[in-house]
């Protein structure tokens, strides 16, 4: 397990846009499993919508992108390097995603190659596939 204090020192986001609060599964370079728990506190949630909260698609891609990140930049010798989504393809967001959910998100590297790297990354809540997608990276040094 990665707690939130060490994927600070991978990722460079942070509050409000750092989406995984810790890793449950990592094998560096290949996968990473990732929760994401979803307060009512969150800030999307003021306009998101007035009265019935959800979580806007885009995010739930940035927190997949996040946990797949994880997975590709977990060895010591990447650490300090940036990932930029650079492409999303095929895909899909299935079910909303309210206040009380946590997520569950599955990132597999598909490929890496120098600065370019390709995840499939699927989110759960509970055993429901709420969204799940190909996310296109550039590894840039920091």
């Not at 990354?121 to 840039?140: T, Y």
Request: proline content about 6%; glycine content about 6%.
């Amino acid at each position: 397990m990665i707690p939130i204090t060490e994927i600070q020192e991978i990722l460079a986001h942070r509050y409000p846009f750092l989406l995984v609060d810790r890793i449950i599964e990592i094998e560096p370079m290949k996968r990473a499993v990732g929760i994401k728990n979803v307060t009512v506190n969150e800030s999307f949630f003021q306009g998101h919508f007035p009265g019935y909260p959800l979580m806007p698609g885009v995010l739930i891609f940035e927190a997949m992108s996040q946990v797949g990140v994880v997975a590709m930049l977990y060895p010591c010798e990447k650490r300090g390097m940036l990932a930029y989504t650079v492409a999303i393809s095929r895909a899909k967001n299935r079910q909303p995603i309210k206040p009380g959910d946590q997520i569950r998100i599955v990132a597999e590297v598909l490929h890496m190659r120098s600065n370019i790297g390709k995840i499939w990354a699927d989110a759960f809540v509970d055993d429901r596939k709420v969204a799940e997608g190909e996310i296109h990276f550039s590894l840039q040094v920091s």
